[in-house]
């Protein structure tokens, strides 16, 4: 069954130095969505891609966040420099993109990230 | 941008006893979805709803969306341990010209054997 992949899985991380997460998703879709999470929290988007576009990221923190997603294919998130604050679960979910219609988001497991 | 909120925020029952889940906002709507997570992995859906008024059932779990469009409901009967978790709303938000799905703010489920 295909799956959309993250890695790390978990990432421990002093304030002030950067992070990395990488997301794959599902072979063919062209709808890729970073969210983040607070503990017990629903998701915030943070940027959409439709391939290699960025469609919406009215909610990214430009300063010391960074999203691309060269090929259209996997997807790269960045923080830099990390703050306290940014601990949260960060997920990535592709689509499949039909216009006109609502399309089921696949959730990869999500990268946990502690800033101490 | 638009908001969704759920009530309750924290749910604890017994096994066997009925609960509704709310989702509102005060905005429209083209569809809205309910997904269910549990701890350490993403969100899964469980259903979409089009239209207004629509009502979905899955097993025990009834969905329904508001004649406006602007609310939803997740009401589960007969609840077992196996329901516990995470529900979440997300609506299809199409005014800035894009698909984007927004998530509410989270129904924290926990039943209890």
């Known amino acids: 069954e295909a799956e959309v992949a993250q890695s790390p899985r978990y990432k421990i991380t002093e304030k002030s130095q950067a992070v990395a997460f990488w997301c794959d998703p599902i072979?063919?879709?062209?709808?890729l969505y970073w969210y983040r999470q607070i503990l017990g929290q629903g998701p915030e988007l943070l940027v959409q891609?439709?391939?290699?576009?960025?469609?919406?990221d009215s909610q990214l923190p430009k300063d010391r966040f960074s999203a691309e997603r060269l090929k259209g294919v996997d997807s790269t998130l960045k923080i830099q420099p990390a703050e306290l604050g940014d601990s949260a679960m960060y997920l990535c979910?592709?689509?499949?993109?039909?216009?006109?219609?609502?399309?089921?988001?696949?959730f990869g497991e999500g990268s946990r990230l502690t800033v101490l | 941008t638009q908001l969704l909120e759920q009530s309750p925020q924290f749910l604890s029952i017994q096994e066997g006893e009925n609960l509704t889940v709310y989702c509102n906002s005060s905005s429209v709507f083209s569809s809205l979805q309910w997904y269910r997570q549990e701890p350490g992995e993403g969100p899964v859906l469980l259903v979409t709803?089009?239209?207004?008024?629509e009502v979905k059932k899955l097993k025990r779990l009834t969905f329904q969306f508001g004649d406006a469009r602007k609310d939803s409901s997740l009401h589960i009967t007969a609840a077992q341990p196996g329901d516990t978790g995470l529900y979440l709303c997300?609506?299809?938000?199409?005014?800035?010209?894009?698909?984007?799905?927004?998530f509410g703010t989270g129904t924290r489920l926990k039943v209890l054997a």
């Open positions: 709803v089009v239209t207004g008024g």
């Open positions: 072979s063919g879709h062209a709808t």
């Open positions: 979910a592709s689509s499949l993109f039909v216009q006109g219609l609502t399309g089921e988001l696949f």
């Open positions: 891609f439709q391939d290699e576009s960025v469609v919406d």
């Open positions: 997300a609506g299809d938000d199409r005014t800035s010209g894009t698909y984007k799905y927004i």
